[in-house]
Structure formats: C-alpha cells, structure tokens
Nanobody
Framework: QVQLVESGGGLVQAGGSLGLSCAAS????????MGWFRQAPGKEREFVAA????????YYSDSVKGRFTISRDNAKNTVYLQMNSLKPEDTAVYYC????????????????WGQGTQVTVSS
C-alpha cells in the first residue's frame, strides 16, 4: 500500500521560514518524480516544485523560485520542501505527490497523493 505522509506545516509570520517533509512508503519510487502542490480555499491545486528521485533534477513554479527549495533523501525515502521568505499568498494546504511519468507540473498526472498539511502565513 503506497503512502505519502506530509508533516511540518504550521503558522508562520510573513518573511519567515517553514520546512515540510513527505515520507514515502509502499513501493520503490526510484523512477518517480515527486512533487509538491498547494491549494488555497476557492482556488485550483497548483504546482509548487518537483524533483526526480534518481538524479535530483528540480523544477519550480515561478511564484516560488528563489524562495523554496525541494530536496530528497533517498535513504530515508523522504522529500523535503524548505520554504523561505514566506508571503501571505503562500497560505494553502500543501500536498506531496508521486508521478511515474515525465510530466512534472500537472496534478492529474500524479498517481499518488498525501493527505496534505496546512501552511498559514500571517501578515
């Protein structure tokens, strides 16, 4: 049974930092792309960042580039999202997801999803 479990969300002031983790289990993810998405109330789920397990190639949305960093620890089967210089518009539920294909920013192409973790940035 595949499981993606996010942790690390919370409340932070604008300009602050927060780190998210996604622990993956239940299968081998070595050929997968792991992505972070977010969804704010009343908005569609949007791509944040992705990384390949094998080479660690990274992809970022323009809105977080330079502020967020995605990384992975193959030994721990865990993907991280370090978020710096947070803004109120970063407030959302953040989801971890896994994709066996080559697409990196389309939510419907991801096969496995975590339950999400809330990130709230106060102004």
């Amino acid at each position: 049974q595949v499981q993606l479990v996010e942790s690390g969300g919370g409340l932070v002031q604008a300009g602050g930092s927060l780190g998210l983790s996604c622990a993956a289990s239940g299968r081998t993810f070595s050929t997968y792309r792991m992505g972070w998405f977010r969804q704010a109330p009343g908005k569609e789920r949007e791509f944040v960042a992705a990384i390949t397990w094998s080479r660690g190639t990274t992809y970022y949305s323009d809105s977080v580039k330079g502020r967020f960093t995605i990384s992975r620890d193959n030994a721990k089967n865990t993907v991280y999202l370090q978020m710096n210089s947070l803004k109120p518009e970063d407030t959302a539920v953040y989801y971890c997801a896994a994709n066996s294909g080559s697409t990196w920013n389309v939510p419907r192409m991801y096969e496995y999803w975590g339950q999400g973790t809330q990130v709230t940035v106060s102004s």
